[in-house]
């Protein structure tokens, strides 16, 4: 008797493998469960539509041959796209140089894009670049989505210190256009 209920369950383990119930048994588990974006990844993405919106804006103004709202286009895609009030990211970039005021490198950076940004405002040519100028400090504005999202229920001050701690933290940095 013990020989047959043996027989039977191997027979019984064959057919269910062999009816395709393997071919499902070997799907990954990665397949199944997604995984869960990160904070950073949602500032990205919010940030992968501020610079759709960006690329757009710079079209329609090389199309028209006018970039005198490229500026107001600017603030306007901040505020739309992430809910920032006018000058928060101006704030940002405040923030980040004065807590790498002793950094040299920095310093200089600074310096050498305000030197291109006055030269192209003077050759009337700043609107064609501007956007190219602020993308320079979308590393800073990602951060502070991400601050955001990381604490979603505390005051624009609070976060705003919270930004503070990540720079003197070194969680974030810009990369400065070599050619602007």
Not at 25 to 52: F, G, H
Not at 119 to 127: A, E, H, I, S
């Amino acid at each position: 008797m013990r020989y047959i209920t043996s027989v039977f369950v191997i027979t019984l383990c064959y057919a269910l493998l062999s009816s395709g119930c393997a071919d499902q048994m070997q799907q990954p588990v990665m397949d199944v469960i997604s995984p869960q974006p990160t904070y950073l990844d949602m500032a990205r993405e919010k940030m992968d539509q501020v610079n759709q919106r960006r690329t757009t804006a710079q079209q329609q103004a090389e199309a028209a041959g006018d970039f005198s709202t490229i500026l107001i286009d600017s603030e306007t895609i901040l505020t739309d796209e992430l809910g920032f009030r006018k000058g928060l990211w101006v704030e940002l970039v405040d923030i980040y140089r004065d807590e790498n005021a002793d950094n040299t490198a920095i310093e200089e950076g600074f310096n050498t894009l305000q030197d291109a940004f006055a030269r192209r405002l003077k050759d009337n040519t700043l609107g064609m670049h501007y956007f190219d100028y602020i993308r320079t400090f979308d590393e800073l504005i990602i951060e502070y989505l991400r601050l955001s999202y990381v604490y979603p229920n505390i005051p624009e001050v609070e976060l705003l210190e919270q930004f503070r701690q990540s720079v003197r933290d070194e969680k974030v940095s810009i990369v400065f256009p070599e050619y602007f």
